[in-house]
């Protein structure tokens, strides 16, 4: 079978050119697939905007173009999107595509009339990567600086360095060498796709908890959320206050889910004690993601309550790996 690519355009400073204003989202997909100067490519507009007003709702209608491009026939589909959620948006398609084919989404961290512009580089390292059929069996890849990295792990640690992108946990899948992915670590043992998807219908919000919280936000968030993600401290804990409202939450029938606040934001379940401890949350209810980050733990309980699925089906106290 032939080649077919295809380059999905969201918006993102890849696509930015200069305003009155600073650099605003501006160049259609088209224009930036030509840049490639690969024969057989397709280009699509699904929307054209800044990432942080790209969220569930968007991601679910770029699922849906992605389906409908492996449909297609395409052999691989590239999706040019802002950095700043880059991350968020390549989870919540690791949820809701089976990627059959690659799936890879790239960006820039600077404007394409600035000095020392990375897009176009990204771009041509996501075609690479988009090329290789063996990418299908990651998911969701996000391709920047040269780096292969997956969807659950990878975050952006810096704010404007073009080595902005990282995966804490265990470092990129692979790396682009002489225009080649070199992977260099296996697929994940444990997909992150739902068993069932569908669009986004509930509402979850994450709490961040500091040092010596009160609980209001926690209790505030429980009066109008379907879930709540609590983005703790250390390994995943809260003050006393914050997990006797978080108890209050489940007790009401609303899940909750403790994550950490931690880059590297591995949490436990039965090393510490006490008020607040994971020891105690698992006890009182709440459900532990393992290896997720709040932003896309958040996206995995959004989703999967959306599709009807229970909490301890999304995050199993027996999962393996990331998801």
Not at 278 to 292: D, H, K, N, P, Q
Not at 300 to 306: A, E, I, P, Y
């Amino acid at each position: 079978m032939s080649e077919q690519l295809t380059v999905l355009g969201t918006g993102g400073t890849i696509s930015t050119l200069p305003g009155a204003d600073g650099a605003i989202p501006r160049m259609t997909a088209d224009e930036l697939a030509s840049s490639l100067g690969v024969d057989r490519i397709r280009s699509k507009d699904v929307f054209t905007r800044s990432s942080r007003e790209i969220g569930p709702a968007e991601a679910w209608i770029l699922a849906s173009a992605i389906e409908d491009e492996i449909r297609g026939g395409a052999t691989g589909v590239i999706v040019t999107h802002g950095t700043d959620t880059i991350e968020e948006t390549a989870y919540a398609l690791a949820l809701l595509v089976d990627a059959r084919i690659p799936i890879v989404l790239t960006g820039a961290m600077r404007s394409p009339h600035m000095p020392g512009a990375d897009g176009s580089a990204n771009l041509r390292a996501a075609a690479c990567t988009a090329s290789c059929a063996e990418v299908a069996d990651y998911g969701p890849v996000v391709v920047l600086h040269d780096e292969i990295h997956l969807a659950s792990l990878v975050t952006k640690t810096h704010g404007v360095s073009v080595a902005a992108f990282t995966s804490p946990a265990a470092g990129p899948v692979g790396r682009i060498v002489e225009n080649e992915p070199l992977l260099l670590l296996g697929p994940p043992r444990r997909k992150a796709l739902l068993s069932r998807r569908a669009g986004p219908a509930k509402r979850v919000e994450i709490v961040n908890v500091c040092g010596g919280d009160d609980g209001l936000a926690v209790e505030s968030a429980a009066q109008r959320s379907d879930g709540i993600v609590l983005a703790g401290t250390g390994a995943g804990h809260v003050s006393a206050a914050a997990a006797a409202a978080a108890q209050r939450a489940v007790a009401d029938g609303i899940p909750v889910v403790f994550t950490s606040r931690c880059a590297d934001g591995l949490t436990l379940a039965g090393t510490y004690g006490g008020p607040g401890s994971e020891t105690e949350l698992l006890r009182a209810g709440l459900v532990r993601s393992r290896f997720l980050n709040p932003a896309k733990a958040r996206l995995r309980l959004l989703f999967g309550l959306s599709a009807g699925l229970e909490p301890d089906e999304l995050f199993p106290s027996t999962e393996k790996g990331a998801s």
